[in-house]
């Protein structure tokens, strides 16, 4: 470990603050295990993580891309949100299954659902190879160290993984200040198993989510499947589940406030080091752009979801995508003007610059902030065009995306046809076309791009354009635009797709490369190709490289200033306990919300706050079976943990280890923190694992799963074991 780093992790040891932080598992030891014993834990670092033993690490997965989960039986039955696995449900559900509005309860391993695409990785080891990275760089020299980088991360990760099943990937931590390796194993085959009607895994729906008082029954289960001798393999017939190395007891006492309760996951982005230009252009620039386009795409997409129950199942998982985000920055910006975040941020800039120059040998980075700040005002317009261009062609019309598929076989039309391949690549796409035509609405799409259109063509800058675009909107008429547009494509319709790849090859080549739709998207890819990306990616390297050393600066002129680094979608922990705050003058949150609050919020027929029939049933009765605590079913709880989007999904892992708890949200007030972390202010939202066993065992009669599990009770609060009177549906 360098010099610098080493100063830096000693001092971090003795001022870690409780709650604040994403830590490095195998870091735990040096910087935060004192502190966690000392607030409750009764682990040690090696019961956390080990290499050669197994440890709580074995029992968290990355679950897809982004999401994560907890193995909670000896047979890979695992643990995530409803909302992560939403888009699997969605995929499996049809109007004569709708497994959103009614859930979805495997009886068997037979009943369990397939998953393409869908993966599980476990994290076998991360090791700390800062020293040879950093070696790597001095040798280079400024000018080659990038590329000498490059090299040196494949080669050690090469001999890292060689002769094994595993993958290895070497990420920078503070900004290429620290490099970790890490090395993971990722299973290929993962079958949904069970999942609550919406009505309770999206109970509240958007009009609840980044909220508290919070009742959502967030959570699905899958299960991972291994070849027959337990390694990873694609889907097959013959796989069997998953025999884990670890999995995590299911606790049935819950928590009480105060309790030292962990969230182990996978989080995916901060950016807690940002100086005050860069939080100022988030605040108000790049989030009122993003929130005003998902403003109008959402107007469409909910109101459409509304009238019709097709619609609905074929939107659901997009609304999701698109909706989840918008709301969070609507917080965002509250929490950064409430919390006065760049005044903070400025007061810190004011203080590293102090110290820079009251400080021998320190000056050289006086100049740092500045140049930061002026290279924000250079580069507003290039990122203000990256980010129309996500909102308006990854996350607007979807029609842009289908007909950009299409190029290739457009542009090696002369290869393709030469080589007699071309109408096998025909078939190919047509094939994938069904897919999208399953979840698709051409009025919908239609109206998307009627009310997004406005807004990319007054506020885009010019350095994005579509000239077949600008072509269709006279006298700022965008519904006639977006009309003739859809009037003129044979990409919004499947009979007009396949008369179009049925005709003659080249009249078809023709006919796609005169395609408002084609059109639109490969001028919209090419100008972001010539005139954005390059210009975007080298203000990003310059960005990166600067903040590098600020963030150098920071350890060595404020420590104090310096937590843990930023998620990079790696393993991380963050601990505190469960609690409840005051966000803000006269609003206090209590630490854990119950069934009645459910019934309390019940409104009959509604999408986000209708009741099923059953659990109104089991509530009456106060029917909830050993899951129950003082004649009340607690439903979610909040937590002081530092936590972000990516550890969706994470476990809540009491003192001892046991699972507690399922993390799903933030309070409204938290959305800042992926910015400003505030102890006072931010609290993360689970589920009560008794709600899950609940909801599995006595509302679904799933109780098989719940047998399934290893449920433990603290030997000093002795609760009787979950008794099940269930039957397989
Ligand atoms: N609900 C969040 C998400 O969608 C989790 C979080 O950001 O706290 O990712």
Known sequence: MTRLLAVF??????????????????????????????????????????????????????????????????????????HCGY??????????????????????????LTNPGLSATFVVRIEDVTEEMQKTAAAAGTENAEEALRKKALELEREAVDGTGY???????????????????????????????????????????????????????????????????DYSEDNVPLSPKRHLKVNTDGVEEGDFTMIFGFPGRTFQYITSPAVEYILETENPARIAMREAS???????????????????SKQSRISNAYKKWIGQNMGLKE??????????????????????????????????????AENEKYQNARNYLIEFYYYGPEILRFAAGFRDLV?????????????????????????YFK?????????????????????????LTSETLNSLIKNDNYGAASDAFYDKTVFADREALEKALKSKEKKMIKTLKADPAYCVATELLDAYGENVAPAYRSFSNEEEGLMSVYMKGLMELLPEKVNSPD??????LSYGKMEGVKPRDGIAYTPYTTLSGIMAKYIPGDKEFDVPAKLMELHEKADYGPYGKDGELRVCFLGSHHTTGGNSGSPTINARGELVGLNFDRTYESTMSDIMFSEEICRNIMVDVNYILFITDKFAGAGHLVEEMDTVSNPVKKRPQPVHELKAK
């Open 567 to 572: 998620a990079n979608s790696t393993l991380r």
């Open 167 to 233: 993958k290895a990937e070497i990420k920078p931590f503070f900004y290429g200040n620290a490099f970790y390796m890490i090395v993971t194993e990722t299973y290929r085959d993962v079958r949904l198993v069970g999942a609550p009607p919406s009505s309770i895994g999206k109970f509240g729906g958007d009009t609840d989510n980044w909220v508290w008082p919070r009742h959502t029954g967030d959570f699905s289960l899958f299960r991972i499947y291994a070849s027959p001798d337990n390694q990873p393999a």
């Open 339 to 376: 919390f006065d975040v760049i005044e903070k941020k400025k007061k810190t800039e004011e203080a590293f610059l102090k110290a820079a120059m009251s400080q021998k040998g320190m000056e050289g980075y006086s100049q740092i902030v500045g140049e930061l700040a002026s290279l924000y």
């Open 87 to 112: 888009s699997q449900i969605q995929s499996h559900a049809s109007l004569e299954n709708d497994y959103l509005k009614n859930g979805f309860w495997a009886e068997n391993f037979d009943a369990e």
């Open 439 to 463: 979840d698709y609405n051409s009025e919908v799409d239609r109206d998307i791009l009627a009310a997004q259109l406005p807004l990319f063509h007054q506020n885009c800058p010019d350095v």
């Open 411 to 435: 542009e090696n039309y002369d290869t393709l046809a030469a080589s007699g391949k071309f109408p096998e690549e025909v078939d190919k796409l047509f094939n994938l076309a069904d897919g």
């Open 298 to 316: 959402l107007g469409v997409i909910d109101r459409a979801m509304e009238a019709s129950d097709k619609t609905r199942i074929q939107y659901a």
């Open 9 to 82: 992790l000693v001092f971090l040891a003795t001022h870690a603050t409780a709650h604040e932080g994403m830590w490095i598992p195998s870091t735990l030891s040096k910087l935060v295990m004192n502190d966690m014993q000392n607030a409750g834990l009764k682990l040690s670092a090696d019961e956390i993580y080990a290499i050669n033993q197994s440890s709580l690490k074995d029992a968290i997965v990355l679950f897809g891309g982004g999401c994560t989960a907890s193995v909670i039986s000896d047979q890979g039955l695992i643990l995530t949100n409803h």
